[in-house]
């Protein structure tokens, strides 16, 4: 699903009413009614206080619809105006008129009136701010989210928590609404899935409003939101007349005295992917632990016992998958970077890989294009630099990517893969996989995903998602604490088949 920025939303708006022919009051009038079927489906007339705060611009156009719609299927309702600026849109101004007419007075906040009282138990509407916010909300305003956000009521967020902007973080971190749910108009927004502006989302859905499907699909965007249907078409089916060497020789390189343990766990994930073979390179230290755990895979040792220090290779592998647990040993650095220079094959580069190259820049050069590089935040920073925001980052590792023709896959809550000025942000994983050995999975699964033919960006949006989804089906028995990363690489069939599974709706149908 594509993630367009508020300039675009617009524009699909625009493009909507001009090719419907209809008002933009009708369009609203049309979102409304989604947030009302929404609401009106799970309440079903539950007599509960709803208290809608409506800022002066279209969202809280929306939000004086939503409680004219309440209003008259006999919901409870307090309305408040957040009076923020003289300069309300026309169509909260009609929608207003609409209320008033209906019987529905509401009450005018601003700078100088005290704080409504507000219940725990009450359902908070907040439409003060949507995607037009383009400037820290006033003090007082901030004041007013506060005592929202301390109600520890529902608070339902129409189109976006108000006070977040799309393209920036907040400019006060407590002048935002902490949504219970956002109901988002037609597409998701990129700050959902953020680090710094997605935990004021706790959970989001996003109603269809109609907007111009031509423009929504004609129209490139800096995002994309990776969910089933992106992954679905990616998969390549394993052929029935084919043999091991169809699906590649992935070697994958890393490991030091006491950390064999991560090549166990990659090699494990790239076999268990579908790499048709796999060899392991590790120091010597590492033969008889590697043999005995995982008997189909081959393992060469280095000379030295405990470190990588010189890489000699009896045949050409398809892919490199290396770094995890290697150490930063001068010779095995020396030894990367001789690997570096040596292969064509697209690598796989994770752990202290990255921070060899992050301290000897000299190297990133040498680094095979189409490679991808996995790391999480403070090895990200070592290759970059420090950012100032989450959208910084985003625009340095782009520029990054473009530099050195290489994917990048900002690991987090939402990874996000980013291929020179693209970012595809995964929608599968929990918490329950920052643990041990959960990043060596991932590295061992891209890895034995491009053996098997898949190009290296789609690997790599193909193992991002089956890795959080394989974490998910494992965290779904163990629950977050017990999930480990050897359970992950347990899922990856399961993973498999939970692509393919057809939902439970259609299958009753089917029956
Ligand atoms: N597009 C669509 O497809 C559809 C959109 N719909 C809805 O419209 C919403 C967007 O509405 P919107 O453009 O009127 O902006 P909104 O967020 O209500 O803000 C109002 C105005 O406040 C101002 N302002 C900004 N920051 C400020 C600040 N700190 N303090 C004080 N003032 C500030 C700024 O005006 P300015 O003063 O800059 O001229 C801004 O315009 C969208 O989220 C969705 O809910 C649906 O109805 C149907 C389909
Ligand atoms: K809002």
């Known amino acids: 699903m594509k993630i367009f920025s508020a300039q675009q939303i617009y524009e699909a708006d625009k493009s909507t009413i001009k090719k419907e022919q209809i008002t933009s009051e009708a369009l609203m009038e049309r979102a409304a009614s989604q ?64 209320l008033k007419e209906a019987e529905v007075w509401p009450d005018f906040i601003n700078e100088s009136i005290e704080m409504p009282e507000l219940s725990p138990n009450d359902i908070i509407v ?30 339902l967020s129409v189109d976006i928590p108000s006070g977040l902007p799309m393209d920036r973080e907040p400019w006060d971190p407590s002048h ?114 590697l043999q005995t755990a ?11 016992e405990e470190n990588i220090s010189q890489i000699e290779l009896p045949f050409e592998p398809t892919v490199i998958g290396v770094g995890i647990g290697i150490g930063l040993n001068e010779k095995t650095a020396s030894a990367f970077g001789a690997l570096l220079k040596s292969v064509a094959a697209s690598m796989v580069i994770d752990a202290d890989g990255l921070n060899i190259l992050s301290q000897n820049p000299e190297l990133l050069k040498d680094v095979p294009e189409l490679s991808v590089l996995t790391p999480h935040p403070k090895e990200l920073e070592r290759l970059i630099g420090k950012w100032d925001s989450d959208f910084e980052k985003l625009e340095k590792t782009k520029a990054f990517s473009s530099q050195y023709n290489v994917a990048v896959v900002i690991k987090g809550a939402h990874s996000i893969i980013i ?18 050995g959960s990043g060596d999975v991932l590295t061992g699964m891209l890895t034995g995903l491009i053996a098997q033919g898949y190009p290296p960006l789609e690997a790599t949006i193909f193992g991002v998602y089956l890795h959080g989804l394989a974490g998910d089906l494992a965290a779904s028995t163990l629950g977050y604490e017990a999930t480990k990363a050897s359970k992950i690489i347990e899922n990856i069939g399961s993973a498999y088949s939970e692509l393919f599974r057809q939902p439970e709706q259609n299958a009753q149908e089917n029956n």
């Open 419 to 436: 291929y020179k000025d693209k970012g595809y942000v995964n929608t599968t994983g929990n918490p329950g996989m920052a643990t041990a």
């Open 35 to 98: 947030l009302f079927e929404w609401v009106h489906s799970r309440l079903r007339g539950t007599q509960v206080n709803i208290v809608l705060f409506c800022g002066i611009g279209n969202n809280g156009g929306d939000g004086m619809v939503l409680a004219r719609m309440l209003h008259e299927h006999g919901y409870s309702t307090k309305v408040y105006v957040v009076n923020y600026s003289d300069k309300r849109s026309e169509d909260f101004l009609l929608n207003l008129n609409r």
């Open 294 to 304: 995982i008997p189909e895979v081959m393992v060469l040792t280095d000379s030295d």
């Open 126 to 155: 907040d439409a003060i701010f949507g995607i037009g916010l383009n400037r820290p909300p006033a003090p007082w305003l901030g004041k007013l989210i506060q005592h929202i956000n301390a109600s520890q009521a529902f608070v």
């Open 176 to 289: 935002v609404i902490q949504s219970s749910y956002v109901l988002t108009f037609q597409v998701p927004k990129l700050v959902f899935f953020l680090p710094k502006t997605g935990i004021y989302v706790n959970q989001w859905e996003v109603l269809d409003i109609g907007l111009d499907q031509e423009y929504l699909s004609k129209t490139d965007t800096d995002f994309e939101l990776i969910g089933r249907p992106e992954v679905l078409p990616l998969y390549r089916p394993r052929l029935k007349f084919s043999h091991k060497g169809t699906y590649g020789h992935s070697l994958i390189v890393g490991g030091s005295y006491g950390k064999i343990g991560a090549v166990q766990l990659a090699s494990n994930a790239c076999l268990s992917v579908g790499s048709g073979l796999v060899t392991a390179y590790v120091p010597k230290c590492g033969y008889h632990s």
